[in-house]
């Protein structure tokens, strides 16, 4: 089983910065990728970035730029989300993922709020 447990969320005004972090723990095997999603009210789930155990990693287009994921060098299952200029439309929960060979796990998501 595995545990995903987030922090760093909160509220920022637009042009700042958040910092969330991930640690994932727990029995992982057969590991692809680890990273964020988020979930604006009413809309669907989303991909925003994701860092896979060879280093490659995924933005969504809407972040490009502003959003960088990258990891603990010690630590397998650690993943950073650095966010800057960020905007009101990046208001949403934020969720870690991390997918195996074998399907998802999610964690419980930690809110970002960015006012105008």
């Known amino acids: 089983q595995v545990q995903l447990v987030e922090s760093g969320g909160g509220l920022a005004q637009a042009g700042g910065s958040l910092r969330l972090s991930c640690v994932g723990s727990?029995?992982?095997?057969?590991?692809?990728?680890m990273g964020w999603y988020r979930q604006a009210p009413g809309k669907q789930r989303e991909l925003v970035a994701e860092l896979a155990a060879g280093g490659v990693t995924n933005y969504a287009d809407s972040v490009k730029g502003r959003f960088t994921i990258s990891r603990e060098s010690t630590k397998k299952y650690v993943r950073y989300l650095q966010m800057n200029s960020l905007k009101p439309e990046d208001t949403a929960i934020y969720y870690c993922n991390l997918r195996t060979q074998w399907g998802d796990s999610w964690g419980k998501g930690t809110p970002v709020t960015v006012s105008s």
């Open positions: 727990g029995t992982i095997k057969d590991f692809k990728v």
